[in-house]
């Protein structure tokens, strides 16, 4: 089969060759985890389930994943093996299974979803550079959508993630996400249904940054999605240019206070201590 599951459209038989991703069919998975570092609407009192799948069919050159991402850290699991870390998440108290970049093994991940139900949220956190065929096979599967929004302007994605068409993709990839969910729908604090938009804000591009939340503010209405503003941003070995510093405090402050202007008030600021290693989880293989 010729995969065709993103935007990237490589058609490579990943039975045989990898594809962009960089990944075979075979889901490969990096670590599984109670994580304690995602927005608190996700994470409840003893963190998400969090499985990290490796590859992705983003390139940035500033993933602070990029031994999974791009190295090719990972160990190749069955789909049966799959369902069982599912389940193994959810028996330790996980307030939601958080899938963390499987766009690149979706028909495997279904699978192991299997057809019943599951006892909290099943989380789809990707890139943002998605399909809208490929979601639609998500309906009814998926309870949380929480993509990027990387970018709003083609400079920016072209020159960090070889990606020029990112918006043109990932704007109607996240209308497809909100036509599935609706409105989000919270209980007790903790996020069980909808879309949560996480952007980045990068050193030197907070214009691209305004853009994204002008996108966000004029789509759509206050109360019907969440916002993530990142402040995150940790600068990887061999960055060059503005991508060598952190954000500033002068940058992130001037970002938030655009989103308030907009009327973007349902969601979540960050500390600027935020861009820590420590937020970045050892991929050991644990869980597995």
């Known amino acids: 089969m010729l995969c065709g599951l993103c935007p990237r459209n490589c058609r490579a038989d990943r039975e045989t060759k990898p594809g962009v991703c960089g990944m075979p069919w075979e889901p490969v998975v990096a670590r599984a985890m109670l994580h304690q570092w995602e927005e608190p609407c996700l994470v409840g009192e003893k963190g998400?389930?969090?499985?990290?799948?490796?590859?992705?069919?983003?390139?940035?050159?500033?993933?602070?994943?990029?031994?999974?991402?791009?190295?090719?850290v990972g160990k190749a699991v069955s789909v049966s093996r799959l369902r069982e870390i599912f389940r193994e998440l959810t028996a330790q108290g996980a307030a939601c299974l958080d899938l963390v970049s499987p766009t690149q093994f979706a028909p495997a991940v279904l699978e192991a979803l299997g057809s019943e139900p599951?006892?909290?949220?099943?989380?789809?956190?990707?890139?943002?550079?998605?399909?809208?065929?490929?979601?639609?096979q998500l309906e009814g599967k998926v309870q949380v959508y929480l993509p990027d929004l990387k970018y709003a302007l083609p400079g920016p994605a072209e020159r960090y993630s070889a990606?020029?068409?990112?918006?043109?993709?990932?704007?109607?990839?996240?209308?497809?996400?909100?036509?599935?969910?609706?409105?989000?729908?919270?209980?007790?604090?903790?996020?069980?249904?909808?879309?949560?938009?996480?952007?980045?804000?990068l050193p030197g591009e907070l214009e691209n940054t305004r853009?994204?939340?002008?996108?966000?503010?004029?789509?759509?209405?206050p109360g019907e999605v969440l916002f993530s503003l990142m402040s995150?941003?940790?600068?990887?070995?061999?960055?060059?240019?503005?991508?060598?510093?952190?954000?500033?405090?002068?940058?992130?402050?001037?970002?938030?206070?655009?989103?308030?202007?907009?009327?973007?008030a349902c969601g979540y600021t960050q500390e600027r201590t935020s861009a820590r290693e420590e937020y970045t989880p050892d991929f050991d293989l644990s869980g597995l």
């Open 48 to 72: 998400a389930g969090a499985v990290f799948f490796s590859g992705c069919n983003l390139r940035c050159v500033y993933c602070q994943n990029k031994p999974i991402s791009q190295g090719g």
């Open 118 to 136: 599951w006892p909290v949220p099943v989380v789809w956190n990707c890139g943002g550079y998605e399909s809208v065929s490929a979601l639609q």
């Open 163 to 201: 990606a020029p068409d990112y918006f043109d993709r990932a704007a109607p990839a996240i209308l497809e996400m909100f036509r599935q969910t609706g409105p989000y729908r919270m209980e007790d604090g903790q996020l069980k249904s909808g879309v949560l938009i996480r952007h980045l804000l």
């Open 211 to 221: 853009r994204c939340i002008d996108w966000v503010a004029e789509t759509f209405r």
């Open 232 to 264: 995150q941003y940790t600068p990887q070995p061999g960055a060059a240019g503005t991508l060598a510093r952190h954000v500033t405090r002068a940058e992130y402050r001037a970002a938030a206070a655009y989103m308030e202007n907009c009327g973007i």
